[in-house]
């Protein structure tokens, strides 16, 4: 049996170098380590629906851990983000990857809240296999909300950004 402390300086190592799997072995033991990130997709959520069923035309929004925001004032910016959500277009991700604001640490970001973007505005870049792709926007209109923060793990699908239509 692995000494816990052993353990525990393995599961810190993989935080420390965000890692989701470990697989160690030697002639006296092994270890197999998985854990889940923090950069899974964005969760919908839907006050007014019922679990497991979602609304037509809501947006999705991060969530880190409960579905319902803590403050008074935050559960009615959620409840009421339905119905003012309902005319907006994600933009998605389409495939796994690293996703970046802007061209660099230094750079401005591709494109903020309020900013109009037509068909071919490039809006970010997904790092997939050390080769950096350019989202375009794909549609015209102004951008209202950005869903997720640069340097975060995108899944194929994660909605980006939200659109209002022109």
């Known amino acids: 049996m692995m000494d816990i402390r052993k ?9 420390e170098n965000d890692l989701t799997e470990l697989d160690l072995k030697d002639k ?12 899974s ?3 919908i959520i839907h006050p007014a629906s019922h679990a ?6 809501a947006s999705a929004a991060p969530t880190t851990g409960s579905a319902q925001p803590r403050s008074a ?19 998605e991700s389409p495939m796994v990857g690293t996703f970046y604001a802007s061209a660099g640490p230094d750079k401005p970001p591709f494109t903020s809240v309020g900013a109009s973007v037509d ?6 870049l997904i790092e997939a296999m050390k080769i950096f792709n350019e989202i375009k926007a794909e549609r015209s209109g102004t951008i209202v909300r950005m869903l997720v923060q640069s340097g975060n793990a ?11 239509p022109s």
């Open 119 to 124: 068909s071919e505005t490039v809006v970010c």
């Open 52 to 57: 497991g069923q979602s609304a037509p035309g």
């Open 154 to 164: 995108v899944e194929f699908g994660t909605k980006l950004f939200l659109v209002r």
């Open 28 to 39: 006296d033991e092994q270890a197999s380590l998985r854990r889940q990130t923090a950069c």
């Open 41 to 43: 997709p964005p969760q």
């Open 7 to 15: 353990l525990k300086e393995l599961v810190r190592l993989m935080v």
């Open 73 to 91: 004032k935050g559960r009615a910016a959620v409840a009421a983000a339905p119905e003012l959500d309902a005319d907006l277009v994600a933009i």
